[in-house]
C-alpha cells in the first residue's frame, strides 16, 4: 500500500471531531495523485457524504464543465476539501473542525506536492492561502505556499447561485492554464 492510501486508510475511520457522528461517508480525496495540480474544496455536501466523493452534486458538475475549459478532466487533477466529513445542513465547518482534520489534507500536500493549489471558495482560500483572504477581490491573484503557487476561484455553487461571477471565473480558469503551461511538466 502506498504512503496516501495508508492515510486514506486511517482517515476513513477518523473520529477526532464531532462530525464524524453525522456522516455516512468519509470524502478523502480523488484523482491523480501523481498531478501537478490539486483543487481545494470546502467540504463534503449530502451527495458527496452520500457517495464519499468529493464534487458529486451539482456543483461537481460544474467543476467538471470548468475543468473541460481548460482541457482538463478530474482524472488528471487530485481534487480534496478542508474538512473530511459532512457538516449538517451544509454548515461552514467551524474553526476547530477545520483544525482536527488539517493533518489529513497537510499529508496529502505533503505527499502529492502539487505545483499549483487552486482553492475553491473563501473558506479554502482562508484555511489554505491566508486567514484574512477576501475572495470577491483576491480571486485569481497568485500566492506563493510552502514551494507551490496557490490560487482561489469562486466556489462552484456560488457560480451556481450567481450567475454574474461567471465572467471572473472565465478569466481566472485562462490565468489558470497559463500558468499551469509555465510551471507544470506534465499538464499540458
Ligand atoms: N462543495 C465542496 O466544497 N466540496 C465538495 O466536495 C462538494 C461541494
Not at 46 to 74: S, T, W, Y
Amino acid at each position: 500500500m502506498d504512503r496516501l492510501d495508508e492515510i486514506r486508510q486511517k482517515c476513513l475511520v477518523c473520529r477526532e471531531c464531532p462530525l464524524c457522528r453525522y456522516r455516512t461517508n468519509v470524502v478523502f480525496g480523488v484523482g491523480d495523485p501523481e498531478s501537478e495540480l490539486m483543487f481545494i474544496g470546502e467540504g463534503p455536501g449530502e451527495n458527496e457524504d452520500k457517495q464519499g466523493e468529493p464534487f458529486v452534486g451539482a456543483a461537481g458538475r460544474l467543476l467538471d464543465d470548468m475543468l473541460e475549459m481548460i482541457d482538463l478532466d478530474r482524472s488528471r487533477v487530485y481534487i480534496a476539501n478542508v474538512v473530511k466529513c459532512r457538516p449538517p445542513r451544509n454548515r461552514d465547518p467551524l474553526g476547530e473542525e477545520q483544525s482536527a482534520c488539517r493533518h489529513w489534507l497537510n499529508s496529502q500536500l505533503e505527499i502529492i506536492r502539487p505545483k499549483l493549489i487552486v482553492c475553491l471558495g473563501r473558506i479554502a482560500a482562508a484555511a489554505v492561502i491566508k486567514s484574512d483572504f477576501k475572495i470577491t477581490r483576491e480571486h485569481g491573484l497568485w500566492f506563493d505556499i510552502d514551494g507551490a503557487r496557490a490560487m482561489a476561484m469562486y466556489h462552484p455553487a456560488a457560480l451556481l447561485r450567481d450567475e454574474s461571477k461567471r465572467p471572473e471565473t472565465f478569466v481566472d480558469l485562462r490565468a489558470l492554464r497559463a500558468e499551469a503551461k509555465r510551471v507544470c511538466e506534465h499538464l499540458y
